[in-house]
């Protein structure tokens, strides 16, 4: 197959992870005789820094003509309080490519259960997908900024709503058959449009579907307490980004989360859900498996290669069963490898599964 794919490494750990993508999409290409061509383009600080936007019209439309775009991360202190913020490009990349369904699975691997605050009797068997709405909401509302006084304005259309809960409840007809709803009904005009919402498209389209309905204060507590009840959870834009955030805990590492975002257009957009860690940037620590499943992700939902896309996660879950970790997930008597060395490892073990295969063929 012949794919190009469009990498925006962005600033921080973002380059670093990136790296660590392109280097397995290529081991992917060649094991299997593809053709994936790598263009790079600039975005957030770098991109602040080069041209003094925070995203091009150039790369946006270079993104919109590719089969698929990997981002790192954006943002950091050396850009905060500047008049174009490194987020913006972000923003605006999403908006551009119309990737509204934003997918986020949580799937803690026993390795990371030492480094999670939560009890492994709670994290054994958690498998749940996060739908986050990603193009609308208060992210993109009008602001007002003042030093007196500041608002921004969270909006959704029925439209809006629709399509994302529809994009969830289609996973979840392939998985285990429940959507949650996680809202704020009791307080928000927005949250009420979406619960009305959500009931009628599960109702018409979905009945045999499972539908629960939590606000979002006790969804968090929620996914501490009994994150194994949840199958596909879907939330708008904003407590989608928090309660990510604070699902990441269950398997040990922000590092470990990869996402999807996927719309109705040509080209998908791929990234890790950390952001750029200035604290440990630049010092090959970072964990890469995140990044390295949002490549998976893209093998999967972009050029359609499942097989590889289940390679590259069995290599990952082959170096997470031997320990080999980056610093953030390695227990007090286990040696933490570098980022390099992790992905090296993941490369080691996708050439590993591949002769296995063969050979496992061959008799
Ligand atoms: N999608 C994005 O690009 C994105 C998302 C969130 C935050 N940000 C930006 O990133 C900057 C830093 O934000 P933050 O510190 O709140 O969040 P962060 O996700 O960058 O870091 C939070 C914590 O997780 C750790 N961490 C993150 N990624 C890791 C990895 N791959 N391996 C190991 N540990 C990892 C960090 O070291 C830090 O302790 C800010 O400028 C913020 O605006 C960008």
């Known amino acids: ?73 954006v943002g950091g202190p050396k850009w905060d309080g500047g ?3 490194p ?15 934003n997918i986020r699975p949580v799937h803690p691997h026993p390795s990371g259960f030492a480094a999670s605050p939560i009890r492994p009797d709670r ?10 709405e990603l193009t609308g909401g208060i992210y993109f509302g009008d602001k007002v900024e003042g030093a007196d006084k500041a608002s921004d304005l969270c909006s959704y259309s029925a439209d809006e709503v629709a399509r994302v809960v529809r994009r969830a409840a289609q996973l979840a007809v392939g998985r285990r058959g429940k959507l949650t709803l996680v809202d704020k009904a009791n ?16 109702a018409e389209e979905f009945p045999s579907l499972e539908l ?23 939330t708008d834009n904003l407590f989608g980004d928090i309660l990510t955030d604070e ?44 990044a390295i499943l949002s490549g998976a992700m893209l093998l999967e939902y972009s050029l359609g290669l499942l097989e590889e896309a289940r390679a590259v996660r069995r290599a990952v879950n082959a170096c997470l069963d031997h320990g080999l970790v980056t610093r953030d997930l390695a227990a007090m008597d286990q040696t ?28």
């Open 1 to 73: 197959m012949k794919a190009n794919v469009m990498m925006l490494p962005g600033d921080g750990v973002g380059p670093e992870v990136s790296a660590a993508v392109e280097k397995v999409l290529v081991e992917v290409a060649r094991i299997w005789g593809h053709d994936f061509s790598f263009q790079h383009g600039l975005i957030g600080g770098a991109s602040i820094d080069a041209c003094g936007e925070a995203v091009s019209t150039a790369t946006l439309q270079a993104c919109q003509a590719s089969d698929a775009v990997f981002l790192g991360a």
């Open 83 to 85: 008049e174009v913020r």
């Open 87 to 101: 987020e913006q490009g972000l923003l605006a990349l999403r908006k551009a490519l119309g990737v509204y369904a």
């Open 123 to 132: 994290l054994r068997g958690v498998d749940l997908l996060f739908v986050r």
């Open 187 to 202: 307080v928000m005009a927005t949250s009420r449009l979406w619960r009305q919402v959500t009931e009628k498209v599960m």
């Open 212 to 234: 629960e309905v939590l606000l979002v204060d006790a969804a968090a507590m929620h996914l501490l307490s009994r994150a194994r009840d949840f199958d596909v959870i879907v």
């Open 247 to 290: 699902a990441s805990m269950l398997c040990g590492s922000m590092g470990m989360m990869p996402s999807a975002s996927l719309g109705d257009g040509r080209a998908s957009l791929y990234e890790p859900i950390h952001g750029s860690a200035p604290d440990i940037a630049g010092q090959n620590v970072a964990n890469p498996i995140g």
């Open 336 to 363: 933490a490898l570098s980022t390099k060395q992790v992905t090296q490892e993941v490369i080691d073990q996708v050439n590993g599964c591949v002769i296995q295969n063969q050979v496992a063929a061959a008799y």
